[in-house]
């Protein structure tokens, strides 16, 4: 394990700091210390643009503005308010969490990073930033823009970083006064490093590189969702002609939508449950 030395994690911090200062973004979600606000942008964030999450956040606010009215909420009006988002089974997942909030834990989202994990659609990741961003809890945690920051600050000449190799680095250098702070300018010094030096998270042994979204799958779901959110109850066949995609995978995608509660099947139409 690399060990810093207290000039090293002295000058790392001013030159993410500096950076922060002058080039910091402006996020809806950074405004805020709402657990649950924040714990919603998150779930916003995985796999989807910060440019997307800003647009449909205010959205989804104004639609479930806490835990009890997400457990209520209407499948349909659900799903709606999150399209054009993609991984559809996030909005599932998290109004499942919302819905364990309410019956277990008092409307309130607990501030335990074990307890966050065993909420549904929770992991590592979600529930450190969590910590970090709405308790200002000094733990540690990775996502992509950190990675990308320690991969180019502490491993220049190397191939193949794990992350059980940079997360020592980020508990030495972490700012324990002020997590929430620290983190926010990370993720800017990491976005910023994309635009100005490629990726250098192609250099991680965890990369993958995410498949086109264009005739995926993901599309394929996307356009029933859509099609069945925005209008009434239709056929397997209808579908097939309204989206344009290939019968066999319209026909597979809706067996799996109707296994995963997305729709179900009445008669010989798919529509989604009320």
């Known amino acids: 394990m690399k060990i810093l030395s207290p000039s090293t994690v002295h000058l790392f911090q001013k030159t993410v700091y500096d950076h922060y200062r002058t080039h910091g973004r402006d996020l809806p979600w950074r405004r805020t210390k709402n657990p649950y606000r924040i714990l919603v942008s998150e779930v916003m964030l995985q796999q989807t643009q910060v440019e997307r999450v800003i647009e449909k956040y205010p959205k989804f606010l104004a639609a479930f503005p806490d835990f009890p009215s997400l457990a209520r909420a209407p499948l349909p009006q659900l799903l709606s308010l999150w399209q054009g988002m993609g991984y559809n089974r996030r909005a599932l997942m998290l109004r499942k969490l919302a819905q364990k909030v309410v019956s277990e834990h008092r409307e309130k989202l607990p501030s335990d990073p074990e307890i966050l994990i065993g909420l549904p659609g929770i992991g590592p990741y979600t529930a450190g930033a969590v910590m970090a961003f709405a308790f200002n809890k000094p733990v540690v945690f990775l996502d992509t823009n950190i990675r990308r920051v320690y991969i180019g600050e502490f491993f220049a000449d190397r191939e193949k970083i794990r992350d059980g190799e940079i997360a020592p680095l980020v508990r030495q250098t972490l700012d324990a006064q002020n997590p929430r702070r620290w983190y926010n300018a990370l993720m800017d010094y990491g976005a910023m490093l994309k635009r100005a030096q490629g990726n250098p998270n192609r250099r991680s042994a965890h990369y993958t590189r995410q498949s086109p979204f264009e005739n995926s799958n993901r599309q394929v779901r996307g356009?029933?969702?859509?099609?069945?959110?925005?209008?009434?109850?239709?056929?397997?066949?209808?579908?097939?002609?309204?989206?344009?995609a290939d019968a066999a995978r319209v026909k597979k995608n809706l067996v799996d939508l109707e296994k995963e509660a997305f729709i179900e099947k009445k008669g010989r139409r798919y529509m989604i449950p009320s």
């Open 223 to 244: 356009m029933i969702l859509k099609l069945l959110v925005t209008g009434s109850p239709l056929t397997a066949a209808r579908i097939v002609k309204e989206t344009g």
